[in-house]
């Protein structure tokens, strides 16, 4: 479903909120055209990824992603003292928001927080997963982030790929974050490509983890 004409802000981060961002989209007239869409698709546009260094990366049989030119997004990551509590287990994470903590974050361009090349305190990890492209995660929850390619390819604004299910849960729910169009689709499995086309025909439904209890 295309994303609304008017401005908006897109909010998310990891799972213990040590890393945020902000995707901030202009209004339609403002929008860079993707430069292969017979000039008709706007960016950012979302997509379902069958590509198999993505699946692999993500550890998702079908990832989807928020592919934003970069200028949108600001982005704050914490410093590893911020989150330091000798108390607590190195693994604790925070999901909900702190208002301490909060209030003392700095945003600052998306580049200056997931451009590999800088040096960083928080707990922002990089991956070389193949020449000229960089993925980001949590160090610390583990979350995978984003997908950067450096250089650009010629007629692109430049790009930062967003983990679409690292947006914040009340704002995924607009059905507006659909995905619009599948991409390397002739890359994908047999059985998830079936799976996409037929919906959810001939699944079972569970409402939590009990498969003893059905939806309907």
């Known amino acids: 479903m295309p994303l609304p004409a008017s401005s908006i802000t897109i909010n998310?981060?990891?799972?213990?909120r040590a890393i945020r961002y902000r995707i901030a989209?202009?209004?339609?007239?403002?929008?860079?055209?993707?430069?292969y869409s017979h000039g008709k698709a706007p960016l950012p546009t979302i997509v379902?990824?069958?590509?198999?260094?993505?699946?692999?990366?993500t550890g998702s049989i079908l990832p989807a992603w928020i592919c934003t030119p970069l200028a949108f997004v600001s982005a704050?990551?914490?410093?590893?003292?911020?989150?330091?509590?000798?108390?607590?287990?190195?693994?604790?994470a925070s999901p909900e928001p702190n208002d301490a903590i909060e209030a003392s974050r700095e945003w600052v361009p998306a580049l200056d927080v997931f451009e590999p090349a800088r040096p960083t305190e928080s707990f922002v990890s990089c991956f070389r997963s193949s020449p000229g492209v960089t993925r980001t995660f949590c160090g610390r929850c583990g979350t995978h982030l984003?997908?950067?390619?450096?250089?650009?390819?010629?007629?692109?604004?430049?790009?930062?790929?967003?983990?679409?299910?690292s947006v914040d849960?009340?704002?995924?729910?607009?059905?507006?974050?659909?995905?619009?169009?599948?991409?390397?689709?002739?890359?994908?499995?047999?059985?998830?490509?079936?799976?996409v086309s037929a919906g959810?025909?001939?699944l079972e439904r569970?409402?939590?983890?009990?498969?003893?209890?059905?939806v309907g």
């Open 169 to 195: 849960r009340d704002e995924l729910a607009a059905e507006w974050l659909t995905p619009e169009r599948h991409l390397w689709w002739d890359c994908g499995l047999d059985w998830v490509r079936e799976l």
């Open 48 to 57: 379902t990824d069958h590509c198999n260094d993505c699946r692999r990366a």
């Open 76 to 92: 704050s990551a914490l410093p590893r003292s911020a989150l330091s509590d000798p108390g607590a287990p190195s693994h604790a």
């Open 146 to 165: 984003t997908y950067m390619r450096e250089p650009t390819p010629p007629g692109w604004p430049d790009m930062l790929d967003v983990v679409l299910g």
């Open 206 to 214: 569970h409402p939590a983890y009990r498969l003893d209890e059905a």
């Open 12 to 16: 998310g981060g990891c799972n213990c």
């Open 25 to 35: 989209i202009p209004s339609l007239p403002q929008r860079p055209i993707h430069p």
């Open 200 to 202: 959810e025909r001939g």
